[in-house]
């Protein structure tokens, strides 16, 4: 069992920062890529950014020079750097990581609850 907890969602207005962080907990053998999505009301799940194990990163194209994403994996913990943000990114953030466990090797992708990111004009 793996279990993913975001934090870090809020209200902030057009031009602000915030900070979101995610940690895997469980028996976690081993993680790989670990991503942020969002959805936004009446709107598809959309990717937003990922890193992989070897920190190589992507980000769409929405966020580039905004957003940074970055990971600790002594915490097994993703965080994403949102700068400059817009009404537009308004949305549920979710976490997403993907990966082995102790009972098996064959790796999964776990999301979190989601939490609300909210930006005002």
């Known amino acids: 069992q793996v279990q993913v907890v975001e934090h870090g969602g809020g209200l902030v207005q057009a031009g602000g920062s915030l900070r979101l962080s995610c940690a895997a907990s469980g028996s976690i053998s081993s993680i790989n890529a670990m991503g942020w999505y969002r959805q936004a009301p009446g709107k598809q799940r959309e990717l937003v950014a990922t890193i992989t194990s070897r920190s190589l990163t992507y980000y769409v194209d929405s966020v580039k020079g905004r957003f940074t994403i970055s990971r600790d994996n002594a915490k097994n913990t993703v965080y994403l750097q949102m700068n400059s943000l817009k009404p537009e990114d308004t949305a549920v953030y979710y976490c997403?990581?993907?990966?082995?466990?102790?009972?098996?090797?064959?790796?999964?992708?776990?999301w979190g609850q989601g939490t609300q990111v909210t930006v005002s004009s």
């Open positions: 997403n990581v993907n990966a082995a466990t102790v009972i098996s090797t064959t790796s999964q992708t776990y």
